[in-house]
């Protein structure tokens, strides 16, 4: 492994690791994306959770877009911020590989009268296009887990590059606890995180801002749909048996209220990072 971090080659390394771990590979299968798809934007009554998603928005309203630009919302999943970037730019297209996502996203069009996002359903690892954009933005995606994805941002972008990512706590203490029972030893995740797309363009010579948002992202939802969603989560690492399955159930059923719903929190550190490619192009007289 090239030892400089500060060459590019470095954290091109460090990728190839972040890909090997299975959750990585299944995160990019459209058919994980779609079997959540309906209840994705459960998350959107949380207030520490839209707090962020707003902040991110207004920055880009204020600093990056004009009723001109072009934005593309790589693996934008139900359109949770090409919906809210659309208003303030000439088009958005909005690009993900699951099409469960996208009809979410394709409702909501309809539901707000938003008619200036294009919808693509591809995988952006083989979206060709001669098309540069004013900003390429990306949230929460695993193809930020690959050196190649993360590159093709910055190709594809005019100007601006925005990143949303985990940014080293993301703690749910009941999938911690299903998991050491169930899978045994402690969930990792290594690699889907700020730290490789940070030091990766950090690296190609580009100086990202840099925001850190702190929270807790709560979902209170009804038991089945609760345990759906822990399976769901802990299926990333391997299938779950019947018995196992069992388990998740009836320890879900034990924290339900009286309506039969139950909640569950997970702390969250995220980061949004903006690449201003033209920032360092000045000259000293
Ligand atoms: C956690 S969701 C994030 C969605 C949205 N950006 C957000 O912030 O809520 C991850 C998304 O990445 C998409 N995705 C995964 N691999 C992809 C790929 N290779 N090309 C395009 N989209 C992909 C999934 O379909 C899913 O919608």
């Known amino acids: 492994m090239e030892a400089?971090?500060?060459s590019p080659k470095f954290w091109e390394a460090y990728a190839q690791t972040v890909q090997k771990e299975p959750i990585s590979t299944k995160c990019l299968r459209p058919?994980?994306?779609d079997s959540i798809a309906q209840y994705y934007d459960d998350l959107e009554a949380c207030p520490d959770y839209m707090h962020q998603v707003q902040t991110v928005v207004d920055t880009l309203k204020n600093q990056v877009l004009t009723?001109?630009?072009t934005v593309i919302d790589v693996a934008c999943g139900t359109g949770n911020y090409a919906i809210r970037l659309a208003p303030f730019c000439k088009k958005v297209v909005a690009l993900d590989i699951s099409p469960g996502m996208l009809q979410e996203l394709k409702k909501?069009?309809?539901r707000t009268g938003?008619?200036?996002i294009e919808i693509v359903?591809?995988?952006w690892n083989r979206f060709e296009t001669e098309e540069r954009f004013d900003l390429v933005f990306g949230s929460m995606t695993p193809i930020l887990g690959s050196t190649e994805g993360i590159k093709r941002f910055l190709q594809l972008s005019r100007r601006y590059v925005a990143i949303v990512f985990w940014a080293g706590i993301r703690e749910n203490l009941l999938l911690q606890e299903l998991y050491k029972e169930i899978i045994g030893g402690t969930l990792k995740k290594k690699g889907l995180d700020i730290i490789l797309p940070f030091n990766y363009i950090y690296s190609l010579g580009y100086?990202?801002?840099l925001h850190f948002f702190r929270g807790c992202w709560e979902k209170r939802r009804k038991t089945g749909e609760q345990v759906k969603n822990l399976v769901w989560r802990l299926e990333l690492y391997r299938k779950l048996t019947e018995p196992e399955k069992q388990i998740v159930k009836?320890?879900?059923e034990s924290k339900a209220d009286s309506q039969g719903m139950v909640s569950v929190t997970t702390r969250v550190r995220t980061c949004f990072m903006l690449i201003d490619k033209k920032a360092d192009h000045f000259t000293c007289e």
Do not use: F, G, L
């Open 108 to 110: 909501k069009m309809e």
């Open 31 to 33: 058919e994980t994306w």
């Open 207 to 209: 100086a990202p801002e």
């Open 121 to 123: 359903n591809q995988d």
């Open 250 to 252: 009836e320890r879900i």
């Open 67 to 69: 009723n001109k630009s």
């Open 114 to 116: 938003i008619e200036n």
């Open 4 to 6: 400089d971090p500060k």
